[in-house]
């Protein structure tokens, strides 16, 4: 079997994705038994291609689900954790602008009160 591009699988359906990747399963087990009754060295490399054609089909039929759900909850309030953007910890718990600007009543009233002076400032 030939090392399957994502390209290729992006354009295949969810079915089809995954009839391919029993498939694969079931051929990585035929090597593997060949492997321990002593099969050819063909055979054996052949192992390698076969699980990161798993790989990438699994992570293909992912990503389709992803942006699925990406499309599901697009102007929503709340999106599920694995949409959200990753960031830091740091900057996800930090707080947002209109929290950073809002004043205390008293401040407020300082600053409408006491407005800062403007100096003419001569050359």
């Known amino acids: 079997m ?3 591009k994502a390209s290729e699988l992006r354009k295949k359906d969810q079915d089809q994705l995954k009839k391919q ?20 060295p063909a055979k054996l490399a052949k192992i390698k291609v ?3 054609s798993i790989a990438t089909a699994l992570t293909v039929i992912h990503e389709k689900k992803l942006t699925q759900v990406r499309l ?11 949409v959200r953007g990753k960031k830091t910890r740091a900057i ?6 209109k929290q950073e ?9 300082r600053k409408q009160n006491f ?4 100096f003419a400032v001569a050359k």
């Open 21 to 40: 990747v029993e498939d694969l399963k079931t051929e990585l087990s035929t090597l593997k038994v060949a492997k321990v009754a002593g099969g050819a």
């Open 50 to 52: 076969v699980r990161k």
């Open 101 to 109: 600007n809002k004043l205390v009543l008293r401040v407020l009233k």
């Open 2 to 4: 030939v090392k399957v």
């Open 92 to 97: 996800r718990r930090r707080l947002t602008k």
């Open 72 to 82: 599901d909850s697009k102007g929503k309030k709340y999106q599920p954790l694995d």
């Open 115 to 118: 407005p800062q002076r403007r």
